[in-house]
């Protein structure tokens, strides 16, 4: 009976315990000016938005870890992070990264992080 208990102790604590999986990434969000732009990326897509203009959408893909940051490459919009301080120059905001984008051939500089 003893070794009974036991058994299905350890069974219960091996489910109970096992860990649960991280949380979604929170949204990375990055903007630009001259012309003014906004990024978002989420865990189901890479939105990237000119002023004046429609938002354009392509699936996030994986990502690629570099040396200063991260990478993120579509068909239409390639990211590329810097980890480094970065300061929009429009205002006295101070983000925690530089941002280039690639949109279409256009390139696109920023800051991003908060």
């Not at 990055?30 to 990024?39: I, M, Q, R, S």
């Not at 429009?90 to 992080?113: A, I, T």
Request: with cysteine; charged share 15%; hydrophobic share 35%.
């Amino acid at each position: 009976m003893i070794k009974w208990s036991a058994l299905l102790l350890t069974a219960a604590c091996a489910g109970a315990c096992a860990p649960l999986p991280p949380p979604p990434p929170p949204p990375y969000h990055a903007v630009g000016t001259e012309p003014f732009w906004d990024l978002l990326i989420d865990q189901h897509d890479v939105t990237f938005t000119l002023s004046g203009s429609q938002p354009l959408r392509q699936p996030t893909p994986k990502v690629i870890i570099g040396i200063a940051g991260e990478i993120y490459q579509t068909p239409r919009i390639n990211v590329n992070i810097v980890h480094g301080q970065c300061s929009d120059g429009m205002s006295d905001r101070v983000f925690p990264d530089k941002v280039q984008v690639r949109v279409d051939g256009h390139e696109f500089n920023g800051c991003g992080g908060l």
